[in-house]
């Protein structure tokens, strides 16, 4: 059974960039209800701790020096089947290869620099919520 919530990043370029706002309007405008909402600028240790699943991974280094590169914008998204829905709403990775409408399509730029990170299952969005929110954050 797939589960009604979901995590998402506006990554540094996209806030910087004053797409926040344009963004969230998305998502609001997909369904998504907004359950917990920060402004966050990760030190490169607190975003090698949250990729650290891509720790062997080749582009792991300047994955995490660029999300710590700038604010982000860290939300809790809730939805009935949020993972898949918020997965089509952003999106490929590489905004190239993006559907027309995508978050990624419209904001992306390159496969790093691709605006938003959406958890890719229901458990990683549990592990990536509680990373950023405490039980008293969230609704």
Known sequence: MAGNITFTM????????RQAGKITDMILSAGFDITAMKIVHLSRDQAADFYSVHRERPFYNNLVEFM???PIVAAALKKENAV????????STNPADAAEGTIRKFFGTSIERNAVHGSD???NAAIECSFFFSRLETV
């Open 68 to 70: 710590s590169s700038g």
């Open 84 to 91: 898949e829905d918020y997965r089509k709403l952003i999106g």
């Open 10 to 17: 506006i990554k540094p370029e996209a806030f910087a960039a």
């Open 121 to 123: 299952s229901d458990e």
